[in-house]
């Protein structure tokens, strides 16, 4: 190959990585002093910047020729330092003026301890790291910049490799500007000859206080003296006034080595009119008498950063109670909200580049620091969890607490994050305090790459950007705001919002169909009536609680059909306006839950349960089962059956809607959910049961020939109902003493066909479905069978799966001596002498695997299906199974229906490791809960996890607590995983 070809094949290959004067790039490379490696190359090209990052190392190699081998040979200070050189053209200037700080980059520098960077810098600046009030030596102000440049090299080159998140970064930012004011002090103190009359403390504000600092910001400080023993006041406060004068200098004074940042006092009381230190007291009386509000939302952040500790301490429990106090004053939230507002009028006005503002700019940083603070200090006062100066510390309390919904504040902490780091990249460029996304594409085209964005990672940052700050801005004015009432409230013109403005209000909450939300919001407030005036006060409200949970049109739709059913009944105006926990309870369960939507609209008087926990406590199975019984004894005869069924599924509704409300509102676990679906079932087939019998003996003009009893079957049996699911049952009788069996299996299977039509009949209450298909001989066996029959069947015919069926059979309904009789019958056949056989063992395992091949529904991915998948219900209850099987007649314990119960009882007989039996234990409740989530958002039952509809998934996922919609997926494959692998050992035999 040819000069010329190869210069042309460099060129374009410099082009594909990245460079875009592949010309000027080639050139420099063939003049360098010392060749680059091929792989240092490559690394250029994965830069955010090569043409930047190209002359500042080759800079660097001019000055030491041995840098391209070391960085050959250590790919990780490779990395790090052509990111730095790729992202920041001055701290490439200042390695050029300091070569020998690239071995900042060398090695794995961890995260530095902040009293480390404190002794670091304070020794640069000839100063006793160990004094209580060290004294710098002279040339200390340039040795400071080049220590502290050091240092920042270090934590730009971890942070643009991503060893360090925007947390840890910003954090690290602020000890290291802590570090450098305390440097400061020591240089200053070398200027004041009388400093030592007075005890200094700087109190750290804004982003420095709240530890949140960026490469390069103003850092807001407040001074605070105290007299030295011995020394006169005002002495003592002129003083510390020079020291706090030059410290400031210090830090903010332009050398030949730059300046580190501006040190801004003007957050201090009377601001720039006031005194630049003052005493503790003097402190305390003007926050007491003169602030304002925005200062008490200042001091948030306030934190002792440098000079006297003690004293800092002392300031801050002085002016924090303030704080609260201040933020219960009537007027605290709307002066707020009034000075928000003024800025944002003024950025306006002074600012033509508005819309490029990354810190205060619409869905800019400042919007997500304003809403959490206001929330801070709304509910702060009674709440100490919410009292960190930090910005994501204090969202992450807020979501905790319940203040911000999970969803709001995962999108925010994302979004604040994203901005950050974005807004670090500006100011690493040229180290200058910068807020502005530029326009220009070759500096877009930088950041995209620096954030990772392929393709063309100009127009993708500037996509993400823009999406992240209509994020941002919906939910600040969600949040910060409130939502008002303005568009149809009975309110004076002049204060009416158009309905344009309404309609855009109620986008940015989260509506969808805005113009529908305005329609019902008409219906409910229109006119002079004391039900509209009661919904123009709740409404303002309820639209943010509604637009907190996930379908805000359904929850407001759901009201207005409860309301429109009850709204003239004078309890639930009361009620309304009385008790603000039902409205809200009312608001978060009709935006969050089809299910639970459903059946109070059926039903919407229930809405009085909702106004206290105890209301919503499961009532216990002999409670509910008084209640039922008493109903149907009422309605004993023939005509009045299906009244007295249609009663107690009235009742069942109702139950069923306090289990869910207690469930949705997180008041019971899933345990108990199912043994109180369970409770509540059983309950309603045994009254539908007696309802049945006495219709049966009116019709026969007689007493019933034989006794009859409902055995519990499947997941029933086990205690282990779902919302949306079946009771599995058999039908077991007696004859009577001198009755033919005949006569007996007639009467029977007349009850059992009565019952089902009775729970079968059309009503508005929730179906129950009974499904008998379990028995012997399943559908073509017959529905009832005599206790003998039964003796008779499983003595002879008996198969594994049979077998293991009765497992969770349990004589639950009827006469308690046909009941403990049919179980005799069945313990020997479920719970075998010697356990099951090595082949129904493999027979079980068979079918098993026939079932998880052949039984899943045709282009379901197998990995999502809650049951039948792998790791799902039916691994986890065949595992449960096998070993009752196995070992039941030999271990008391193992004989029972329960599922987790077989489990627990397992580990005790050292049959299953206790990690295994947890596994499968977290896996089947997990799922159990998927499924029940699932039911109460859609209204209807599904095994399969919800992936596609994001709305749907949403819900779900908040739901069942978890921040975002893809960590319930994650969380689920997870368990899943590790099931199936318990499954494949336990059950299969694998060995694995």
Known sequence: MGVSERRTSLAARLARLGFTDASAAQAALAAAPVPLDESVIDALGGTADPDLALPGLLRLVDADPALPRLLQADPAFRARLLAVLGVSAALGDHLARHPEQ???????????????????????????????????????????????????????????????????????????????????????????????????????????????LNYVSDV????????????????????????????????????PEGSLWEVDANLRPEGRSGPLVR????????????????????????????????????????????????????????????????????LRERHGEVERQLKLGPGGLRDVEFAVQLLQLVHGKADEQLHSANTLEALAALSAGGYVGREDAADLAE??????????????????????????????????????????????FTEEWRKYARGVRRIHEKLFYRPLLRAVANLPDEARLTPEAARTRLLALGYNDPAGALRHIEALTKGVSRRAAIQRTLLPVMLGWFADAPDPDAGLLGFRRVSDALGSTPWYLRLLRDDVTVAERMARLLASSAYVTDLLLRAPDAVTILGGDAELVPRRGEELRAEAMAVVSRHEDREKAEHAVAAVR??????????????????????????????????????????????????????????????????????????GSDADVMFVYEAREGVEDREAHRAAHSVAEELRRLLALPAPEPPLGIDPNLRPEGKSGPLVRSLSSYAAYYGRWSSPWESQALLRADPLIGPPRLRAAFAEVINPIRWPEGGISERDVHEIRRLKARMEAERLPRGVDRRLHLKLGPGGLSDVEWVAQLLQLRYAAEVPGLRTTRTVAALESAVEYSLLDAHDAGVLGQAWELATRIRGAVMLVRGRASDLLPTDHHRERTAVSRLLGYPGTGDMLEDWRKHARHAREVTERVFYGSGR
């Open 279 to 346: 005493t503790l007291a003097s402190h305390r009386a003007y926050y007491d008498r003169w602030a304002k509000t925005w200062e008490f939302q200042a001091q948030l952040k306030a934190r002792p950063v440098a000079g006297d500790p003690d004293l800092g301490r002392a300031y801050i429990e002085a002016i924090s109670p303030l704080v609260w106090k201040a933020a219960a004053g009537e007027d605290f939230v709307s002066d707020v909200q009034s000075m928000r507002r003024r800025v944002e009028e003024d």
């Open 220 to 255: 807001d400080v407040i001074f605070v003296a105290e007299p030295a023993e011995g020394a006169a006041e005002e002495a003592a406060l002129k003083a510390a006034g020079k020291v706090a004068g030059a410290m400031m200098r210090a830090c903010s004074a332009t050398t």
């Open 102 to 212: 690239w071995n900042v980059l060398r090695g794995r520098p961890p995260a530095p301890d902040p009293s480390e960077l404190r002794a670091d810098l304070l020794t640069a600046v000839g100063a006793d790291p160990a004094a209580a009030a060290p004294v710098a030596a002279p040339g200390g102000v340039d040795a400071l910049r080049v220590a502290y440049r050091a240092r920042l090299l270090s934590l730009a080159g971890r942070d643009l490799c991503g060893e360090s998140d925007v947390g840890e970064v910003a954090a690290e930012l602020a000890a290291l500007a802590d570090a450098a004011l305390e440097a400061g002090l020591a240089i200053a103190r070398a200027e004041v000859p009388d400093h030592a009359l007075a005890r200094l403390s700087v109190i750290g504000m804004g982003k420095s206080g709240g530890r949140e």
């Open 650 to 723: 009235a009742i069942r509704r109702r139950e069923l809607f306090r289990v869910s409300v207690a469930d949705l509102l997180g008041l019971v676990d899933v345990r108990q959910v199912c043994e109180a679906l369970t409770d509540i079932t059983a309950v309603t087939i045994e009254a539908a049961l007696e309802a049945a019998v006495n219709k049966v003996e009116i019709e026969r003009r007689g007493p019933l020939p034989c006794e009859i009893a409902v055995v519990a079957m499947g997941r029933f049996g086990g205690r282990e109902l779902g919302y």
């Open 415 to 460: 979004a604040y994050r994203f901005l950050r780091r974005t807004e670090h990249l500006l100011q690493l460029h040229q180290l200058r305090r910068t807020h502005l996304v530029p326009a220009d594409t070759a500096d877009l085209r930088r950041l995209g790459r620096a954030l990772g964005f392929q393709g063309d990672p100009a127009q993708r």
